[in-house]
Every structure is written in structure tokens, then in C-alpha cells.
């Protein structure tokens, strides 16, 4: 579609009698490659004003872009969504460890520290279908150190 279309006034006329404003029609068929038909024709979208919500929000320390995507993505009540409280991340680390065991402890990330590994090194060796034990416990190997490592295995 694009500039190949031109919107005439009787377009803009239809439109307005079906409550779409010439912005709205101009946007749609020229920055969303909408047809001219459902341009003048599609009614808009509803917003929903949420703003008296922003105040308890604010009361149960919850973020406003939190608040909109509890609404609008999850689709959750907007009382719901401003009265519950967020998960520290140490309470979804907890979840997660119920929901999948194979998650680390804090045993694990000493082990880690000590070992001087990343999360993304254990993660790689337990893809690889090392045990979460052997992929913590075992020294990254650096350079010159593979054939070394081989021959001790």
C-alpha cells in the first residue's frame, strides 16, 4: 500500500462518520500498510484508563509498567494486578529450584566462585550431560590444558 494510495476527503468523510480521525486514518494506510478500506472503516481500538489504579500501585510498591503488563499481557484484573505484591528474585530462584531441582543451590555458586566458573560454563557442561556436581566442581580449562585434562580422565 504505502504512497501508492491517496486518501480524498469523501475517504475522511466515511471515517469520521465511523468515529476514525484523519491522524488515525493517515497512520494506518501510510505507516501501518493498512488497505484504504480498513482504514475508514476499522473502528479504533479501546484504551482503557487505568490511571485510577496508578495510586495503589504506588501504595503496594508496584511498578506502573509492571501493573500495565500484569493487565495487558497477562490479563489480569486490575485489582489483582495492583495489589500483588512482586516476587523478590530470590523468591522465584526458590520456585524455580521446587519446580526443577537441577537448578543451582548456594552450595553450587560457592563452588562456582571457587572454581572460577560462570553460570554459563555450568550450564554449557549440563547441557553437554555433565552432573550439575561435575560441571561445578571441575576447574575451567584454559588454553594448552585440553590434552592435559584428556589424559587425567
Not at 503488563?69 to 516476587?87: C, I
Request: aromatic share 10%; charged share 25%.
Amino acid at each position: 500500500m504505502g504512497w501508492q494510495v491517496y486518501i480524498t476527503d469523501e475517504d475522511y468523510a466515511i471515517a469520521a462518520k465511523n468515529g476514525i480521525s484523519k491522524n488515525a486514518v493517515w497512520q494506518r494506510v501510510y505507516n501501518s500498510n493498512w488497505s484504504k478500506e480498513d482504514a475508514i472503516t476499522k473502528p479504533l481500538l479501546k484504551r482503557r484508563n487505568h490511571r485510577q489504579w496508578e495510586v495503589v500501585c504506588k501504595q503496594n510498591g508496584i511498578r506502573w509498567n509492571t501493573f500495565l503488563q500484569r493487565v495487558n499481557t497477562y490479563g489480569w484484573t486490575p485489582e489483582k494486578a495492583a495489589t500483588t505484591p512482586t516476587r523478590t528474585k530470590h523468591e522465584v530462584m526458590e520456585e524455580a529450584r521446587k519446580a526443577n531441582p537441577s537448578i543451582l543451590t548456594e552450595r553450587h555458586l560457592e563452588l562456582m566462585k571457587k572454581n572460577g566458573l560462570c553460570k554459563g560454563t555450568v550450564f554449557s557442561r549440563k547441557f553437554r550431560g555433565w552432573t550439575i556436581e561435575r560441571a561445578v566442581s571441575t576447574p575451567p580449562m584454559h588454553a594448552g590444558n585440553g590434552a592435559k585434562m584428556k589424559k587425567s580422565v
